[in-house]
C-alpha cells in the first residue's frame, strides 16, 4: 500500500470514530483478550433480547453491571428476525440493535454470538422452518444452499452492527462474535463433510472483517483464528487448542431449564462460586454465565421438544427481573475478589503445586504483583493448607482467593450476602381476585373437532407433521372416516404409533378415554417424544369417523441432524380387537388433514374478532373452548403473573401478544427431588431439583408493559378442559429479607482493602438491603445472636441466644433502606462462651 492510501485509510478510521465513541482495537493472546493492548479479565453473562421485553433491559442490564459484569453475551435468532424468507422482523423484543446500545449505554460490552445456530432450548435451534423447503439442502454440513443461506443471514447481522457502528473497532460495545455452536458435541455423524463445514464457517466469518476475534465453543478443532471455547458447569480443566490463545468460558450454566413434565432445577451459588474461582485458579480469564437473566419463552419460541414457557434457568436475576439472593450477591463479591487479583492474573501464568490430596495451589506472581487461590477439591472433607508460612481453614469443595498472597478476601462456601424469599400475592388479601370476580365476564367459542376449514386436503396415508405444517401451528388435523357395518356395538381398540409430541383422540366427535385413565390424550416428555397408545372405542352401525389431532410442544433444538427428526403420526395406525378377531390396518387409507386451528384463522386471539358468546352457560372442564375476558391490571409496579391452575393445556394472549404455552397439569414426577442440596461434589442437572408431584409450571409471566391500566384483553384456547375461572393474577416481591453470619465468616469483600492496609482487624458483618429503592426495612421478624437455627422464612433460636440481639438489631436497621451489624461478642455479648456463634436476621422491606 503506497504511504497516500494509508494515509486516506488513518483519515477514514479517525473520522469513523470521532463521531462515535473512541474506536478500540480488540485481540488475543495466550492469556487473555486485549482491548486497546491490554489484557482484561472480563466477567460476563447471558440476557437473550427476545426472551424480555425493550422495557425490561435496562434494568436487567443494570443489575447485571452492579452484579459486576463487564459483558452481556446474547445469541442472534434467525428465526425471529427472517421468519419468511427475505421479509425481516427487528421490531419490538426483537430488536437487536436497540438492545445492543442499552448495553452500550451502561457502559458494557457486548458478545455476539451469531450461530446462526443457537440451540438454546429455542424453538428448531432459531433455524427458520423455510430453511428446511430448500431444495437439496443439508443443515450443518459441507452443503452449498445450507452455507449460502448461513452465510447470508451471517452477512446480514454482520452489516447491521457495522451500519450502526456497533463494533468495538467503530467505536462500539461488541468486542466478541460467535460463529456456529457447540457443534463438536455432535460432529462425528458428518464425517469429513463437517470438518469441512466448520473450515469454510470460520473462513467466512473472518472474511466478514468485523475488527473483533470469533470463537467457537466446543469446537476443539477451530481453525486459527478463531479461539475455541468451553461450555459446561466446570471449564478449570479445559486447555484452548493452540497456546496463542486465551483460556475462555462461554457457558457456565447457572442452572437449567425447565420442562413441561420436569421437577426444577437448583444450582448452589456455592458450587458456581466454586467452579469459576476454580477457573480463573487454573488460567481462565474470561467467564461467561449461562444464564444470567433467563426470562420468558413467549409465543411458541420454547424448543425441546417439551420446554416449559419459563426458562428461569435459576439465573442470578429471575425470570421476572428480580435479583435471586444470595446468588446474584454471593456471585457479586466474587467478581469482586477476582478483580483485586487482575493486575496479578493478566501479568503471567499461574504456578500451580499441590500440597496434599485434592488441594491445590495457585500463584500469580510478578514484580510486586502477587494473588493466590486455594483449593480444597475434596467433596466431604475440609483441610487446612499451609501457604507462606500461614494456615488456611478450607472448607469441602472451596476455594479461597488471595489478592496480595497473605490474606484472605473470599472464600467460595462462605456467603456474606443476604438471601431473599419472593413470593406470589394475589391483588388484594382481602378480596376475591379470581378471574370470575375481577373481570368484566367471559365470553367462548367452541373449536370445531375435526376437519373445519376450506384448505383441509387428502392424501392416502400418514404425513409427517413438521413437512405438512411448516410449524405454522402446533395443530394438525388427521381425519378418517370407515365402514365397520359388521362391527356395530363392539369393542375395539385404536392402536396409534406417532413420534410425538402430544395426541387428542376423537371417535366420532366424542374424546376418547385411554388406557391409561388420561382422558383422550396422550403425550410423550422430555426423554421420551415418541408415543404409543391403545385408545378403547366403540364402533356404531356405518360410518365411524376417527379425529386425531397431533401436536408438537416445541421443534428440536439440538443433536445431529435435529433438523429431521420428525414429530406426528406417522403409524401405524391400527383398528384391533374387531369381530371375529380381526385387525384392520388404516395407516394406508385416503386421509384428510388440517394444518392449525379454525380459531387460529379466524385471528381469535387478538379477542377483536369472531362471534363470542357470552349469553350461555360458560363450558368448563370442556376441550377445546377458545375463552375471553377483559380485566384491570393489577396495581402497583410489580412483576404480574397469571396463574393457570385449573386450567389443562393450551395457549394464551394477552392484548394479542403471546405469553406463551400453559400446562399446569403435566407435573413433575415423585422420586427425584431432595429435601436439601449439598452444594458438594460434582453438580449435574438433577442434583437439587424441587417441586417433585407438583405442576412443572403454574405461574406464567405477563409484562407490564403488555399491559394497560384497564380494559386488558386475556384470550385462551384451551385444548383439554379446565375452568378459567379459577385462574388468577399474582404480583411478585421480596416477602422476606435474611442473612445467617458466623463469627468464622470474612469481612465483606469492600472492606478488604482499609482491613490490609489499616493493619486492624475487621471482623464479619451481616448486611441487610431493601430491593427497591423506596423501600425501608420496617420489622425484623427474628434476630439471634448465639446459635440459631434453621433457614430464611423457618429460623428458629438454638441452644444459647443473646437477649439482647433483637433490640441492637431494630435500631441498627429499622426505619433504614439497608444496614449493618458487626458479628461479634464485642456488639451482642457471649451468650456461651467457647462455642461458636452466628447471627441470623430475618427482616420485611416496605
Same mark, same amino acid.
Given at each position: ?9 488513518l ?52 443489575k ?15 428465526n425471529q428476525?427472517e421468519?419468511?424468507r ?12 436497540r438492545?445492543?446500545?442499552?448495553v452500550?449505554a ?12 443457537v ?10 422452518l423455510?430453511?428446511?423447503f ?24 454482520v ?8 463494533y468495538?473497532s467503530?467505536?462500539?460495545p461488541?468486542i466478541?462474535?460467535q460463529?456456529e ?14 470438518k ?30 478463531i ?28 442452572g ?35 444464564m444470567?437473566?433467563?426470562?420468558t ?29 444470595p ?20 501479568a ?38 499451609k ?7 478450607l472448607?469441602?469443595?472451596?476455594v ?24 406470589f400475592t ?9 378471574l370470575e370476580a ?6 367462548w ?15 392416502? +396415508? @400418514?404425513?409427517?407433521?413438521i413437512?405438512t405444517?411448516?410449524?405454522? #401451528?402446533?395443530?394438525l *388435523?388427521? &381425519?378418517? %372416516?370407515v ?6 356395538g ?10 410425538g ?18 382422558s ?17 372405542i ?44 380381526n385387525t ?11 394444518? +392449525? @386451528? ?5 385471528g381469535?386471539s387478538?379477542? #377483536?374478532?369472531?362471534? *363470542?358468546? &357470552?349469553? %350461555?352457560?360458560l ?84 409484562p ?5 391500566p ?12 379446565g ?13 422476606s ?6 463469627d ?12 490490609t492496609?489499616?493493619g486492624?482487624?475487621?471482623?464479619p ?17 427474628f ?10 422464612g ?11 440481639a ?11 433502606s ?9 456488639t451482642f ?14 427482616a420485611?422491606?416496605?
Amino acid at each position: 500500500m503506497r504511504r497516500n492510501q494509508i494515509v486516506l485509510v488513518l483519515v477514514w478510521v479517525m473520522g469513523i470514530c470521532a463521531t462515535t465513541l473512541l474506536c478500540a482495537t480488540v485481540d488475543y493472546d495466550h492469556r487473555a483478550l486485549l482491548i486497546d493492548g491490554k489484557r482484561r479479565v472480563l466477567i460476563s453473562g447471558s440476557i437473550h433480547y427476545p426472551r424480555s421485553t425493550p422495557e425490561m433491559w435496562p434494568d436487567l442490564i443494570q443489575k447485571s453491571k452492579d452484579g459486576g459484569l463487564d459483558v452481556i453475551e446474547t445469541y442472534v435468532f434467525w428465526n425471529q428476525h427472517e421468519p419468511v424468507r427475505g421479509q425481516y422482523n427487528f421490531e419490538g423484543r426483537n430488536d437487536l440493535v436497540r438492545f445492543v446500545k442499552a448495553v452500550a449505554a451502561a457502559g458494557l460490552y457486548v458478545h455476539l454470538r451469531i450461530g446462526p445456530y443457537v440451540c438454546a432450548e429455542w424453538n428448531y435451534g432459531g433455524f427458520p422452518l423455510w430453511l428446511h423447503f430448500i431444495p437439496g439442502i443439508k443443515f450443518r454440513t459441507d452443503n452449498e444452499p445450507f452455507k449460502a443461506e448461513m452465510k447470508r443471514f451471517t452477512a446480514k447481522i454482520v452489516d447491521m452492527m457495522k451500519q450502526e457502528k456497533l463494533y468495538a473497532s467503530q467505536g462500539g460495545p461488541i468486542i466478541l462474535s460467535q460463529i456456529e455452536n457447540e457443534y463438536g458435541n455432535i460432529d462425528g455423524p458428518y464425517g469429513a463433510a463437517g470438518k469441512s463445514y466448520i473450515n469454510w464457517a470460520a473462513s467466512m466469518a473472518t472474511s466478514l472483517d468485523t475488527g473483533v476475534p470469533w470463537v467457537m465453543c466446543q469446537q476443539a478443532d477451530a481453525p486459527d483464528p478463531i479461539i475455541n471455547t468451553c461450555n459446561g458447569f466446570y471449564c478449570d480443566q479445559f486447555t484452548p487448542n493452540s497456546n496463542k490463545k486465551p483460556k475462555m468460558w462461554t457457558e457456565n450454566w447457572t442452572g437449567w431449564f425447565l420442562l413441561f413434565g420436569g421437577a426444577t432445577p437448583r444450582r448452589p451459588v456455592e458450587d458456581i462460586a466454586f467452579a469459576v474461582a476454580r477457573f480463573f485458579q487454573r488460567g481462565g480469564t474470561f467467564q461467561n454465565y449461562y444464564m444470567y437473566h433467563g426470562g420468558t419463552n413467549f409465543d411458541r419460541t420454547s424448543g425441546g421438544p417439551f420446554i416449559a414457557t419459563s426458562y428461569d434457568y435459576d439465573a442470578p436475576i429471575d425470570e421476572y427481573g428480580i435479583i435471586r439472593q444470595p446468588k446474584w450477591g454471593h456471585l457479586k463479591d466474587l467478581h469482586k475478589a477476582i478483580k483485586l487479583c487482575e493486575e496479578a492474573l493478566i501479568a503471567t501464568d499461574p504456578t500451580i503445586s499441590s500440597p496434599g490430596p485434592k488441594l491445590e495451589v495457585a500463584v500469580y506472581k510478578t514484580g510486586d504483583k502477587c494473588a493466590a487461590f486455594l483449593a480444597n477439591d475434596n467433596d466431604n472433607s475440609d483441610a487446612t493448607v499451609k501457604f507462606n508460612g500461614n494456615s488456611y481453614q478450607l472448607p469441602a469443595w472451596s476455594v479461597s482467593i488471595l489478592p496480595d498472597c497473605k490474606n484472605v478476601v473470599l472464600n467460595t462456601a462462605k456467603i456474606n450476602s443476604a438471601s431473599m424469599i419472593s413470593s406470589f400475592t394475589t391483588e388484594s388479601s382481602k378480596a376475591d381476585t379470581s378471574l370470575e370476580a375481577s373481570t368484566s365476564g367471559w365470553s367462548w367459542i367452541s373449536e370445531p373437532v375435526g376437519i373445519s376449514k376450506a384448505d383441509s386436503f387428502a392424501k392416502i +396415508g @400418514l404425513v409427517e407433521q413438521i413437512n405438512t405444517t411448516a410449524d405454522r #401451528s402446533d395443530y394438525l *388435523w388427521y &381425519s378418517l %372416516s370407515v365402514d365397520l357395518q359388521d362391527d356395530a356395538g363392539s369393542q375395539a381398540v385404536l392402536h396409534v404409533e406417532s413420534l410425538g409430541h402430544a395426541l387428542h383422540a376423537f371417535i366420532n366427535g366424542k374424546l376418547a378415554d385411554i388406557v391409561q385413565n388420561i382422558s383422550g390424550s396422550s403425550q410423550g416428555n422430555g426423554n421420551k417424544r415418541a408415543l404409543d397408545v391403545d385408545i378403547p372405542i366403540t364402533l356404531v352401525a356405518g360410518k365411524n369417523t376417527i379425529d386425531l389431532l397431533s401436536l408438537t410442544v416445541g421443534l428440536q433444538n439440538y443433536g445431529s441432524f435435529f433438523d429431521i427428526w420428525g414429530a406426528g403420526i406417522t403409524g401405524p395406525v391400527i383398528l384391533k380387537g374387531l369381530k371375529n378377531g380381526n385387525t384392520v390396518d388404516l395407516s394406508s387409507q385416503k386421509w384428510t388433514y388440517q394444518v +392449525g @386451528l379454525k380459531g387460529e384463522d379466524l385471528g381469535l386471539s387478538s379477542g #377483536s374478532s369472531g362471534q *363470542w358468546n &357470552s349469553q %350461555s352457560t360458560l363450558p368448563k372442564n370442556q376441550p377445546f373452548i377458545w375463552y375471553k375476558t377483559n380485566f384491570a391490571a393489577p396495581s402497583g409496579s410489580n412483576p404480574v403473573a397469571i396463574d393457570f391452575t385449573g386450567m389443562g393445556k393450551g395457549e394464551a394472549w394477552v392484548n394479542g401478544q403471546s405469553i406463551g404455552r400453559y400446562w399446569p397439569t403435566n407435573a413433575a414426577p415423585n422420586g427425584v427431588c431432595s429435601d436439601s442440596c449439598n452444594y458438594r461434589g460434582p453438580y449435574t442437572s438433577t442434583k437439587c431439583q424441587t417441586n417433585c408431584g407438583k405442576p412443572s409450571q403454574t405461574l406464567y409471566h405477563v409484562p407490564r408493559s403488555w399491559l394497560k391500566p384497564d380494559g386488558n384483553i386475556l384470550v385462551l384456547f384451551e385444548e383439554s378442559g379446565g375452568d378459567p375461572t379459577k385462574i388468577s393474577f399474582g404480583t411478585k416481591q421480596v416477602a422476606s429479607l435474611c442473612a445467617h453470619i458466623s463469627d468464622s465468616h470474612l469481612p465483606p469483600v469492600e472492606m478488604w482493602n482499609s482491613d490490609t492496609k489499616s493493619g486492624k482487624k475487621v471482623g464479619p458483618v451481616l448486611s441487610l438491603k431493601c430491593p427497591h429503592q423506596d423501600q425501608v426495612i420496617s420489622s425484623i421478624k427474628f434476630a439471634s445472636y448465639g446459635t440459631p437455627l434453621g433457614t430464611c422464612g423457618d429460623y428458629y433460636h438454638g441452644r444459647c441466644s443473646s437477649n439482647k440481639a433483637m433490640s441492637i438489631v431494630q435500631k441498627a436497621c429499622i426505619g433504614s433502606s439497608s444496614c449493618s451489624v458487626g458479628v461479634s461478642t464485642d456488639t451482642f455479648g457471649d451468650p456461651c462462651k467457647g462455642v461458636a456463634k452466628s447471627l441470623a436476621v430475618e427482616a420485611i422491606c416496605t
